[in-house]
């Protein structure tokens, strides 16, 4: 039988959510990496993520993993979705790539998704899905066509992109395989401190550590820590037990969406007719994936 619309109401709010703090996030790295080097920005973001954490677990105390089995499934999760993913992606964009064609070779992930979930996850999709999963990256190309330009595809960036587009998609699979009831609070607390004891020995090896403090720097922080890592990357992972891997996934797509929307309200750039073509297109994509897979949901039941 279909969800209740109680729950379909929750999901939606957690998805829109999500949709808008991950396009946003784009907008906040950028303005991190102009004080700081990748791996110094995030070592000071999973910093201050644990100390966001820390008394949210005394206070609640979560159930932890019951045996270091369960530990090192949430440690190998955590350290493809935030060390490598975010480490290359944030790499990405420091060695000269735009955030546009990064999104846009990010935004890969849910055809990988989809391709190793039909593969070796049970999950079959119909033709109209693939349809949309292509309609959706299509769209996506459109929206940031005005930022490409290929003289900033150099071999390291393109190589950094390719290693963050491995992780997230490693991660994210991975987090629904093996830690499918986890406690996700427990399991970002462990998982902060994972990466941040990966991370900061290459923050002080290979950058020096040097950081321009500003007031600028401490807001990116806060942001990505508490909107994005705790509460955006908690909702994407619930949204990842009620639904297809496939379906959940493709709501990166709408994510370039939410930066034009910025770009416009914040620097008054407006989006060419081209991105706003592709706005359409992306969300009809969106749509397609979203609608069949809900649709072959609700006959399972």
Known sequence: MP??????????????????????????TKIGLQHAAPFTFLSLRF????LCLIPIVLIVKPRWPAGRGEVGHIVVAGL?????????????????????????LLSIQPLLTAVIAGRWMGERLSAPQWLGIAIG???????????????????????????SLIGVTAGTLYQRVFCPAVDLRAASFIQFAGTLAVLAPLAWLIEGTVVRWSWTLAAAIVFLVIGASILGVNAFHTLMRRGQA???????????????????????????AISLTGIVITCLGVAMVSWRAESARGAAR
């Open 137 to 163: 990256l299509a769209g996506v190309t459109l929206i940031v066509w005005h930022k490409i330009d290929v003289r900033e595809a150099t071999a390291g960036a393109l190589i950094a992109v390719t290693v």
């Open 246 to 272: 496939t379906k959940v996934t493709s709501l990166i797509y709408l994510t370039p969406i939410i930066a034009v929307a910025l770009e416009l309200a914040m620097f008054g750039v407006v989006p060419t």
């Open 80 to 104: 493809l979705m935030h060390a490598v993913h975010l480490g290359g992606s944030h790499y990405t964009q420091y060695l000269g790539m735009s955030a546009g064609i990064t999104a846009v």
């Open 3 to 28: 969800a209740p619309p109680s729950a379909r109401a929750y999901e939606s709010l957690l998805a829109w959510y999500f949709v808008i703090v991950w396009g946003s996030g784009f907008l906040a």
């Open 47 to 50: 910093i201050f993520g644990l």
